[in-house]
């Protein structure tokens, strides 16, 4: 599975950006997907997650705000981010596992202006 992040950007506090996880491979369906972000110097964390049947999680941080979703015929996976702010600001990875085998996407950075 090879992965390619888009939709990062530059916006101001309070608006909106929609993240696209675009994924090659016949086994999408089968892997669970992760939106991760690293804000610099800090360690990468778990933005949000979405399993092959559909369950969601999310940290503390985004929950409410944020919402990971899946298209497995277009072999996709989404985070819809609202009311951003600037400790938000991030290089995102999408991430996709299955079993043993776990995949990275470049990052997509987002930049949140106050």
């Known amino acids: 599975v090879q992965l390619q992040a888009s939709g990062g950007g530059t916006v101001q506090t309070g608006a909106s950006l929609r993240l696209s996880c675009a994924a090659s491979?016949?086994?999408?369906?089968?892997?669970?997907v992760g939106w991760f972000r690293q804000a610099p110097g800090k360690q990468r964390e778990l933005v949000a997650t979405?399993?092959?049947?559909?369950?969601?999680n999310y940290a503390d941080s985004v929950k409410g705000r944020f919402t990971i979703s899946r298209d497995n015929a277009q072999k996709t996976a989404n985070l819809q981010m609202n009311s951003l702010g600037p400790e938000d600001t991030a290089l995102y990875h999408c991430?996709?596992?299955?079993?043993?085998?776990?995949?990275w996407g470049q990052g997509t950075l987002v930049t949140v202006s106050s």
């Open positions: 491979g016949r086994t999408f369906s089968r892997h669970s």
């Open positions: 979405i399993d092959n049947d559909g369950r969601t």
């Open positions: 991430n996709a596992r299955f079993r043993s085998a776990q995949y």
